[in-house]
């Protein structure tokens, strides 16, 4: 029913170019957002509340105007086009079913309304969305009669008979109880894939944004921080907000300057490789980095480990199989998290270290990840843009 092609694009590619919302003539939502999301990619937007996820699916929708910049969907430019017009269904936190109506008729006023599809199709399609959803024996009954897992089927299931080139979810599972919601972001993920439809799905959950989707697209302050896949945002973050909010429990971080390839902290001194060291210095002009290792790269140290950390063991708390140690060192606090059982108990003095590798580092002013910065060497000068650097 719907092309797959149009003018050689693909219908369903969602583009943002210099994309801002300003609220009230000041409040600047988002600002300056380029984004392409390919046909078929399920995407995550993540950030902390206020930091304008919402405000871009709802951009997209169409239930917002954009300030400045352009949204397409396929190569239609849809600035102007309204909400009803662009192709695409949302799927809410609250699910917004209709409290007077049965599931069925739920699921089918929308094509009932808005389309010249005959009864019979939009029958089957409730049908098949049904039964992908697992509500095939709920469909006479009224929401209130759901429980809220149902309900959230009912909601999802109501987007799919509408075969929309996009799906746009707005914390649709953040109603539901923790296992729920852990057991419905696997469905999600599987309806997703067999449907291959692209999906732009808002959540402040960063665990649920690095389990579900091929792409993270992570927000502060209405700016984007990184887009990546759930590995590169955690293992080559941006800068320092990024690797702060991706992971958990959040990676530690310690405030560093580099003397002669050793880095020195008022609680921790790390020496570094030659190597390393210059790579620092080769990307940085200023000598004032924060440090950031995470919890997971924390190890105990032995007798050939030169680079130790020697802490106060405060708190040690078993989560499964892992246990969650909080230590201490003079002002500075800091996590690790160890797999299987411990020998030590709160209040021993422990000794950690970390690998070379495994280490963050930050240009304190600016939050950048200096080992992700081009070298100075790199940049190519303007006038031989021809020459190798
Ligand atoms: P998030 O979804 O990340 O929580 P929102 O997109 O809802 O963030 O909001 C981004 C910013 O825009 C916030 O500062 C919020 O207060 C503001 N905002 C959102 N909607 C409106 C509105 N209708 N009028 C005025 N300000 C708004």
Redesign the pocket.
Known sequence: MYPDYCGGVEMSEIRLDSVKKV??DD?V??DAFDLVIDDGEFITVV??????????LRMIAGLEDVTSGTISIGDQRVNDVPPQDRDIAMVFQNYALYPHMSVEQNMSYGLKLNSDLPDEEIEMRVREAAEMMGIEDQLRKKPSELSGGQQQRAATGRAIVRDPSAFLMDEPLSNLDAKLRVHMRTELQRIQEDLNTTTVY?T?DQEEAMTMSDRVVI?DG?KLQQVGTPKEVFSEPANKFVAEFIGSPSMNFFDVRLENSILVGSDVTYTLSAAYAERIETRSTSNEFTLGIRPEHMAFADENDFNEIGAVLEVREPVGDDNYLYLRRGDTEFKMRVLGQIDHAEGDEIRVTFDEADAHLFDRATGQNLLLQPKSADTVPSDTTTQEA
């Not at 950030?47 to 871009?56: D, L, R």
């Open positions: 609220y009230d409040i939502a988002v950030g902390p509340s206020g930091s304008g996820k919402s405000t871009i808002v402040h927000l209405g």
